[in-house]
């Protein structure tokens, strides 16, 4: 690349150079005995100009360094990409003031994608989504001063090997223990991608799907062996979704979907539970039970497993709790760890206060599968816990309500049935973004 200075008309060669700021010192003579001496800072960059719409879009390469002087400006480039890439864009502001940046790409056929709006200071990440891998993105810095930027193009899918699994017929085959053991580093490449996998249940088995950490918006659907939908769940941006269903009706291959719903590439992950249903399964009748911000009294027990993390939470299961008519029969308080309370039977709690079949308190991460809490005070009983789920309980002929919330705020409360209880079938008070 050259260098043009302004002073004295000369063109200096500076190829070989890095990106950067640079102290320049000039030291000449003009053969009549006069002498020139200056010096000046430099910054050496790739600023092609112009490079203002798509037409004269300037190619870059992975890893290169140049320097955009945006004063109220958009700059276009194109590059190549595989389609599990994505640009990372690092932002930074010489002078001026600090405003911040809209950051676009778009495929070779100059439709947007993806667009996203950062302060020059952040790592902004755009996926590529483009088949044949020709990309243009545009930096738009409508502000004052100098705006440089630096790109490195990221690998996001080391781990997928699960593709090509577009539809029912080419469905990716599962094997798993029903251990929860999470299947990380799946894709949704291109834009729009859709991805279906099959896992075989036989007749009365359960299963529990969990999709997370996930970039955008994107959807899950579980299928019958004839492809028939059962359930499905579409919660808004990159909030979890979740599916359940108990008692299969048919032994066979059943089909997970995991879809786009906002044309955007990206890394996704599942967490699959699968319980087995056995003829005559054993039920462990035992006293009640209070965890207090410590399980590790507990999961030596024959109906405890797990280690309480996300992929691997705490299963408590085919347990039958008496109350004996005081307290309440299974009380989970003060705890961050994740659980799941499935298919078990609470009933016989005290009858004050917050006596309930299953009690939370300033509890987070916990999950109620299936479990049936008629016949206490209340049957679900939640005060001040968050981001917990109780999907799919049996909670009649309580003496107050089938489920209390109050106040606690995220929790999901889907398909129970709450009914002949004498006050409230569920009840929610001062709780926020519950659904």
């Not at 302060?119 to 996926?127: A, G, P, R, V, W």
């Not at 009858?351 to 209340?378: K, R």
């Amino acid at each position: 690349m050259g260098l043009w200075s302004s002073d004295n008309d000369i063109m200096h060669s500076l190829d070989g150079l890095s990106c950067g700021y640079y102290n320049i010192s000039i030291d000449a003579d003009d053969g009549k005995g006069a002498v020139y001496k200056d010096s000046f800072n430099l910054y050496v960059g790739y600023d092609i100009e112009p490079n203002d719409n798509f037409k004269d879009a300037v190619e870059v390469i992975g890893t290169i360094e140049w320097s955009g002087f945006a004063w109220w400006e958009t700059d276009f480039y194109n590059i190549s990409l595989n389609p599990s890439e994505v640009l990372e864009l690092v932002f930074g502001n010489e002078g001026g003031t600090l405003g911040s940046a809209n950051i676009s790409i778009y495929n070779d056929q100059h439709v947007l994608l993806n667009t996203t709006t950062s302060d020059h200071i952040e790592t902004i990440y755009l996926n590529a989504t483009s088949l044949n891998g020709i990309y243009y993105f545009s930096v738009d810095y409508q502000d004052s001063g100098e705006l440089y930027y630096n790109l490195t193009v990221l690998n996001t899918s080391p781990g997928d090997n699960l593709e090509l699994n577009n539809d029912f017929a080419t469905a990716t085959p599962l094997t798993l223990d029903g251990s929860g053991n999470p299947i990380e580093q799946l894709t949704i490449v291109p834009a729009g991608d859709i991805d279906y996998f099959k896992i075989h249940l036989n007749q009365g088995d359960n299963i529990y799907v969990l999709l997370w950490n996930l970039p955008a918006n994107y959807d899950l659907a579980l299928f019958y062996p004839n492809q028939a939908l059962i359930v499905e769940s579409k919660n808004s941006g990159t909030m979890d979704d979740q599916v359940l269903y108990n008692n299969a009706y048919i032994s066979g291959n059943y089909y997970i979907r995991v879809s786009d719903a906002q044309n955007y590439a990206g890394i996704y992950n599942l967490t699959i539970y699968i319980y087995i249903a056995v003829p005559n399964p054993p039920i462990w009748e035992i006293p009640p039970v209070t965890i207090n911000n410590n399980w590790s009294s507990y999961v030596s027990e024959d109906w405890c497993s797990g280690l309480g993390t996300y992929s691997n939470p705490y299963v408590i299961q085919n347990v039958s709790i008496d109350g004996g008519g005081s307290g309440s029969c299974f009380s989970v308080l003060n705890s961050r760890d994740y659980f799941v309370i499935f298919n078990s039977t609470f009933y016989n709690s005290g009858s004050v206060g917050y006596d309930a079949g299953i009690y939370l308190e300033n509890t987070t991460h916990g999950t109620l599968l299936t479990n049936n809490c008629s016949l206490n005070n209340h049957g679900i009983c939640s005060i001040q816990s968050f981001n917990n789920t109780f999907e799919d309980n049996l909670a009649n002929n309580n003496s107050y309500s089938g489920i209390f919330i109050d106040p606690s705020d995220f929790n999901t409360v889907i398909l129970n049935n709450a009914n002949f209880n004498n006050l409230y079938g569920i009840y929610i008070e001062e709780s926020n973004n519950n659904r």
